[in-house]
Each structure stands twice: as structure tokens, then as C-alpha cells.
């Protein structure tokens, strides 16, 4: 995708942790048509799966749906589950290239995978975690882009227990990177007052 040179992109707010870690939200970088294109197709075009964990030596489909996207074969295990890449569909690089343009300023990186996740409604949501496999390397750098319905996103500190939360919107850019792998926990909490679906895409760069 060709920037736009006249238009200055913004400077993300201000570390949103208050220690151990930095997170950086620089709102919705697609707005109007755009997201909504990006989201109709991500709805369609993405052979979504439900998401496999193991547990207690059994493996166990979550209601949440995942695909998983990158250069070449690359494996990422989580959940004690090993996953190869699809290649890359045309309008994950199109999202791709923006990310990285909109954060080059700020938190320079090329990402070589993205994992998505799909939320039918408010009924699913994602249980307190780190993106700390040891592929993603010591201090990660994730860029995650919301379409669809508003969730909130909470981060809850390891030792501490404080929290900071958000809510997450229809075509946003939120980048977690220094040491907020190490120190925090994420999730996005469940609702029952949302009906409709949210896919979000994180970007991550895979340690070979």
C-alpha cells in the first residue's frame, strides 16, 4: 500500500503501563470503508478454525477461532500445540505494511507472522496470558489491530496484580513491546451485552 506522503501519522499516546513495560495506542489507523472492507473480508476470505490447547495431557477446541499467517512454513507453539504458517493473504500485507509504516517512527520492526483471532461475541473471550514463547524472542514486539465490535483489554501485572485496562475499536493499533511480555498478563474480557464479532490480527516476529 502507497502512504499518503502529506499526511503525517500521528504520535501514539503515551506508555499506557505504568511500569515494567511499554504499550503504545495509536488509535484507529483505518477508518470508515477501509476497516470495513479489511473486516468483511477477514470474515470471509480466512479459513478459520477453532483453537486447540492442551490441557492435562488432553486436547481441547476452544469456542474462539484462529488462523495463522507468515513467510515461508514458520512454526509457532503455544498452548503446547504446534502451528505452521499459511502464506501471506494479500490483505494481511496490505495491513502489514501499514502497521509497520504508522510504528516506524517509534518502534522500528518487520514482522514475518501474524496470528488471528476471531470472536463471535462477547460470550468468548481470551483468559489471562503472555505472548512469551521462546520463539518471539526476550522482549517481543506484538502489533495488534482490532476490526468489528469493541472489546475490552485488560493487563494485569505479574507480581503486583494492578491493572490497566482499554477498550479496543473498530480498526485500531495498540504495539506492546519492552519488557511487557515478562511482566504482564492480557485479556480480553467476555461480555454479555456484545453480539457481534471482533477479529483481531497480531503481529509478531518469529525468532528462527
Known amino acids: 500500500m502507497t502512504p499518503d506522503l502529506f499526511t503525517p501519522i500521528p504520535a501514539p499516546e503515551h506508555n499506557l503501563l505504568p511500569a515494567d513495560g511499554i504499550v503504545n495506542d495509536y488509535g484507529v489507523i483505518f477508518s470508515g470503508n477501509k476497516a470495513d ?8 476470505d480466512i479459513p478459520w478454525q477453532h483453537d486447540e490447547v492442551v490441557l492435562y495431557g488432553k486436547r481441547i477446541h476452544t469456542a474462539r477461532r484462529v488462523a495463522w499467517y507468515g513467510e515461508r512454513s514458520l512454526a509457532y507453539t503455544y498452548s503446547g500445540i504446534t502451528r505452521l ?100 498478563l492480557h485479556a480480553i474480557m467476555k461480555s454479555t451485552k456484545i453480539h457481534e464479532p471482533r477479529v483481531s490480527l497480531t503481529f509478531r516476529t518469529i525468532i528462527e
Open 85 to 184: 504458517a499459511l502464506p501471506w493473504h494479500p490483505v494481511l500485507s496490505e495491513i502489514k505494511d501499514a502497521v509497520e509504516r504508522h510504528i516506524a517512527a517509534y518502534t522500528p520492526t518487520q514482522f514475518n507472522s501474524c496470528l488471528l483471532n476471531l470472536y463471535t461475541d462477547g460470550n468468548e473471550g481470551m483468559a489471562w496470558h503472555s505472548d512469551d514463547e521462546r520463539e518471539l524472542g526476550q522482549c517481543p514486539i506484538i502489533a495488534s489491530v482490532s476490526f468489528g465490535a469493541s472489546r475490552k483489554f485488560v493487563f494485569k501485572h505479574k507480581q503486583t496484580q494492578e491493572k490497566t485496562a482499554m477498550m479496543l475499536t473498530h480498526g485500531q493499533l495498540l504495539v506492546m513491546h519492552g519488557e511487557t511480555q515478562r511482566h504482564w
Open 37 to 44: 472492507r479489511y473486516f468483511h473480508i477477514l470474515m470471509n
